[in-house]
């Protein structure tokens, strides 16, 4: 266990206290959801940061990393889906991408090959990262009645009729989509037992 690998599991916490505070609702448990989600979010940036830097990269790290995104991630289109403010058909569609690429990795992990996040895979996870953090501070401010401007900036940012939703969610969708053909292609022979 080094430090890199220390804050993918710390981000694992994250995603519980995120879970507890937005099940909580009202304005204080999206308040801590938000913080909880955002600090998962960066700390995602971080730890792969640091493995970089300070040359820790390790196999449990690319094996732990992605686990605890999905995770993070996945929670947070379940959550909000059961808001209203993502279709469901979306959140089952990123969740069955998730399990194809855990199971493609848990095949190569079986013959010797750990296979790391490419581009495709962050920049989906970005978009996606978006798009929940923009739906919980809309579930954050909406209620608020307030004359500052950076809480009326905040509303008009998240708003869900806002342009920020849909760009933010459907390059999301349809990188998730591409991220996951990528994998299972780049894969193929492995996965098909041709190599």
Request: proline share 3%; hydrophobic share 50%.
């Amino acid at each position: 266990m080094n430090l890199p690998n220390t804050i993918t599991l710390f981000r694992l916490v994250l995603t519980a206290i995120f879970c507890a505070a937005a099940s909580s609702e009202g304005v204080t448990g999206y308040a801590i959801a938000l913080t909880a989600f955002v600090l998962g979010a960066i700390s995602d940036w971080l730890d792969g940061y640091l493995a970089r830097k300070m040359n820790l990269v390790t196999s449990l790290g690319k094996l732990l990393d992605p686990l605890a995104d999905k995770i993070l991630v996945c929670s947070g289109f379940v959550y909000l889906s059961a808001k209203g403010l993502c279709p469901v058909w979306v959140t089952a569609l990123i969740i069955c991408r998730e399990f194809l690429v855990t199971g493609i990795r848990q095949i190569a992990v079986e013959k010797g090959t750990v296979i790391a996040a490419d581009g495709l895979g962050k920049w989906k996870t970005t978009f996606q990262l978006t798009f929940i953090i923009t739906a919980l501070v809309y579930l954050t401010f909406e209620t608020i009645t307030s004359d500052n401007a950076v809480v009326k900036f905040l509303q008009y940012l998240s708003d869900k009729d806002h342009w920020l939703f849909p760009l933010s969610l459907w390059p999301a969708v349809a990188l998730t989509v591409i991220s996951g053909l990528s994998y299972f292609w780049k894969s193929r022979d492995m996965i098909l037992d041709k190599d």
